[in-house]
Each structure stands twice: as C-alpha cells, then as structure tokens.
C-alpha cells in the first residue's frame, strides 16, 4: 500500500527499477526545457523539484494547495509535490467559469494557488480575481500581478517527507458540475489509495495492463480518475505510457499513431470525438486489446465502432460506473457480440452490469421515502462503499444529506434486475416522463449515426426538447422521424455547433447551463435533492 501514497510514488518506483518510459502529447506546463518523454527517475526528480517551489512559497503541512491550469498531466505531478509535503492539493479545471472557480477557491480556503498567467488574465478579464481568494499565488508560465513567478522559488529542497494519517484529508477533486456548482469532495488515504488504487493496481486477468503495454489515456486530469489512474497504471510497470492532455482528433491523431496503444482508457467524449479515426482502414487502434471508459455514459455506436476498428481477435470494452465520491461501483465487459444490434429501444450499454465484487454494495430505493423498492423496481440508486469520501470542502453538512443507514445517494434513478444487475435511467433531476433522458440520447446515437451529441431537455409544460450536434451540421428530417418513431412523444429538434455546447472539464454537457440558454431558465424536473 505504502508504494501507492502519491508523495514519494515516484521515488518508490525508481527504486524498484521500473523501467516505463512516459510520452506526451505537449510539454508539460510545468516549465522543464520542452520536453514530452520522461523515464520514471526523471518524474521523481521533477515532484522533488514541485515540492521544493510550494516550501519555498512558504506552503506547510496540512495547508491546501488548489491547482488550477490548462489540462494536462502535470495535475497529477503537482498533486504529488503537494502530497510529498504533507499538503492538501485540490486540483481545479481550467474548463470552469472565473465565477465558479472564485466559489470553490472561496470554499476551500486554500493556502496556496498555483497556476498560469494565462488562466489569472482570462479571469480578470472576466472581472474576477483569482489571486484574492488565496494567500499565496505562484504562476508557472510568467510573471503576474499579485503573483509569485516560479523563478523566484526555483532550487529549494523540500522538508523530509512525513507520511499522513490514513484517515487525513489526502487530495480534493470536484465533479463534474452538470447540474449546478461542481462540489469539492475531500478523499483521505484510506479512500483514495487503499480501496480504489490499490484494488486497480492489482494485476487482473484480462482487464489490466501487461508489462509489454503501451498504455494511453485522454482524461480530465483535474479529477479524481486521473490520479488513481497514475497510481495504479504505473504501478503495473507498462512497458509505455501515452498521455493525451486534448480531446479533439487532430491532436491526438499523430501521438496515437506514434506511440499505437493496446490498452487505451479514454472519456467517452474523447472516443466519441475520435470515432471517425476508428473508420479509416490503417487506424491507431488497430492494436488495441482492451479500451476502457469512465466518467459517463457511453453510446453503443462508439463502443461497436473501436471494436470493429481494432484487429485483435478477441478485444474487450470494459464499461465502469462510478462517482467522484465513490470511486467505481460498476463494471461491465462488452465484447463485438453484445454490441452487435443496433437501433435498440434499451441500448446494451445501459446495462452497467454488477457491482465490483467485495467493494461495493447497491440498492434501488423510493426517492421519497428511501425505503427499498420491489426487485426490478425503479428508484434512486444507492450505494455502500469503504471507498465513500470523507465529505465536500466547505459544504460537509451536504453529504450528510446524501447518507442515510451508512448508504449514499448517487442521484441517478435505476432498477437492479433480479440477476443482480444495475440497468441505469436517469439523473434523479433530469427525469423524463414515460422514458430515460440517458436511454433515449443512447437509441439518437444509435439510430442516427452524424450525431456527435443529443441531449434531451425537459420541460414543465411541453415536450421535451433534443438538442443536437451533427458532424456536418445538418439534420435529415426523415431520418429523424424515424428514429423516433417509436420513442415517448419529443419536441422538435435544435440543432448546435458542437463548440455552442457547454461542456465540463470531461466533455459532458452542463445541462443546467443549456437548460437556461435554450429554455429560458426552466427548472429541472426533479427535486434535484440528491446532486
């Protein structure tokens, strides 16, 4: 266990000969001579160096550190620098509004900022002053008004490592904010790193990674997934790593081509937006063993797309469902035969499978009264993990009101089928009347194959509102017709560019945002108790 604690990580793998060389996308915003290749002892020397910046800044043990800059994987690097001194990071996406990210710095009452130039101007601009919510600001592009410039605490050593109480806060991530304000959930060692990256850090038949991987991922490296991934990822010593810090296919193209992955883990709004690469006949998945996906749901024309694009004889799509409080609290494999229909009324991939076994236990209750519901039933999900976080920076009576009998409320609606396994609805506050926002978007997907994202909206008087975007940005109206045909009764569509959409940090839709663009700030349907 104590190899998997982020601050000395590093070091530990070092001095265990591991031999994974790491490849980039970009440089890393940390200034380090431009480089996008790294052995395992050159990363222990630059968290040594990070760490030596945040002494220098005047951080301490137990202060928090909020991280906040363009994505890339240096998140998880500086989160370690944090970690190596027994500080608090709490890693913040560039991707959110100035407004909301002078909230949660308000919220965590960080000792320390560190972050960009760049990102201080674009909120000024936008009238906010980042550098106000903090003590101390350090910038790792160029100087700044109100801000340390890294030049100024470059060369200082860090105090010996002290490591942490396994109940202490360890790290902080926020969610993804859909529906509202992304919360701040506090993770301790005991979460983070015994229950989640351990259990991933184990060597799995089939669903791990081999030490003759090239093992690629395309996240949001400000969320919780993007440093459990590193623990447990490298733990396992691939012979390669590929880090892709953009989700758009012209980016990523020529690194997956350089470096061809045969376990590649990726959000599904990045496989989505890669999906027309999987379509031509020398494709960079072509070696691809095992694909992986978190965050969200994924469609079943992208899963069957990457299976069909690949060229091993028996690759697996393992599909996981979870929480930023939670960690994964369901999983399932697909092969090319359960995702061979398509055009479904109940798409596959809405069948999450069971929960992962010994970890993690799930209920389906009555949203009003909690009480369980009949087997098959739909009602609010529930879950008991000793993965549960600790509780949400400055709002902790909030996952008191998510908790009851030592269960958490998920916010989605669900049904578990009499084989034990949990077939996802809907968010509990974007509830449609006769159907499933997230099935329905699932049988658009399927059923019209140029659409990039559907998103349906409901509405307190009215049909519900499809909002589409499509690769060329048209929509056949027989197509539609059809493809609905069968579906409960929906509004006429909209159609968006797919850069009018607001997204988060892991490309899903901020509805409530779209919600107040499009349908004149029209309240959720549901009670919205549970996000």
Not at 370 to 375: D, K
Not at 413 to 423: D, F, P, Q, V
Request: net charge positive.
């Amino acid at each position: 266990m104590r190899t998997l604690e982020p601050g000395l990580f590093f070091d530990a793998l070092a001095d265990r000969g591991t031999r994974t060389r790491v490849h980039l996308s970009r440089p890393l915003d940390i200034p380090d001579d431009g480089r996008t290749a790294y052995g395992v002892e050159d990363l222990a020397g630059l968290v040594t160096r990070a760490a030596g910046w945040l002494t220098a800044l005047g951080v301490t043990r137990g202060d928090r550190v909020a991280v906040l800059k363009p994505n890339h994987w240096d998140y998880v690097l500086l989160a370690c620098a944090a970690a190596r001194i027994g500080a608090v990071p709490a890693l913040l996406s560039g991707s959110l509004p100035p407004e909301t990210l002078h909230l949660l710095l308000k919220r965590l009452d960080a000792g320390a900022l560190v972050t960009t130039a760049d990102t201080l101007a674009a909120a000024h601009t936008a009238g906010t002053d980042l550098t106000a919510c903090t003590r101390r600001t350090l910038t790792l592009d160029a100087p700044a008004p109100g801000a340390v410039p890294l030049a100024d605490v470059r060369g200082h050593r860090p105090p010996s490592f002290q490591r942490p109480s396994a109940q202490a806060p360890l790290a902080i991530m926020h969610t993804s904010g859909t529906t509202g304000v992304p919360k701040l959930v506090v993770h301790t060692t005991a979460s983070l790193v015994h229950r989640i990256a351990a259990a991933e850090a184990r060597r799995w038949p089939l669903v791990s990674s081999r030490p003759n991987d090239t093992v690629a991922q395309a996240t949001s490296y400000a969320h919780g997934r993007g440093l459990t991934w590193t623990l447990s990822v490298f733990a396992l010593a691939p012979r390669e790593v590929v880090l892709l810090d953009s989700f758009e296919a012209e980016h990523a193209e020529p690194v997956l081509r350089a470096h061809r992955p045969t376990v590649l883990e990726a959000t599904p709004a990045a496989y989505v937006r890669w999906q027309p690469l999987a379509a031509a006949p020398d494709n960079p998945f072509r070696r691809v063993r095992l694909f992986l996906n978190t965050f969200d749901a994924i469609h079943p024309p992208t899963v069957r797309a990457y299976l069909t694009a690949t060229r091993r004889r028996l690759p697996l799509w393992v599909q996981v469902w979870g929480q930023s409080e939670t960690g994964p609290l369901t999983f399932r494999c697909l092969t090319r035969r359960s995702v061979r229909a398509a055009g479904e009324r109940h798409p596959t991939t809405r069948d999450l499978g069971r929960p992962v076994p010994g970890k993690t236990r799930l209920r389906v209750v009555d949203p009003a009264t909690l009480r369980p519901v009949a087997p098959g039933g739909t009602g609010l999900v529930m879950a008991r993990t000793k993965a549960l976080c600790a509780g949400y920076a400055g709002e902790q009576e909030r996952l008191s009101a998510k908790s009851a009998g030592g269960w958490f409320a998920t916010g989605d609606l669900g049904a578990i089928t009499r084989s034990g396994r949990l077939r996802l609805l809907d968010r509990e506050v974007d509830a449609v009347p006769g159907g499933a926002c997230v099935e329905i978007e699932d049988v658009l997907h399927d059923r019209l194959p140029d659409v990039v994202e559907a998103v349906v909206l409901t509405r307190p008087n009215g049909l519900p509102l499809p909002v589409l975007a499509t690769r060329d940005g048209t929509l056949h109206r027989d197509a539609w017709r059809r493809a609905v045909a069968d579906l409960p009764p929906l509004g006429e569509p909209a159609l968006l560019p797919l850069d009018r959409l607001p997204l988060t940090a892991t490309g899903k839709v901020r509805r409530q945002e779209l919600r107040d663009r499009l349908l004149d700030g029209a309240p959720a349907p549901g009670t919205g108790r549970w996000t």
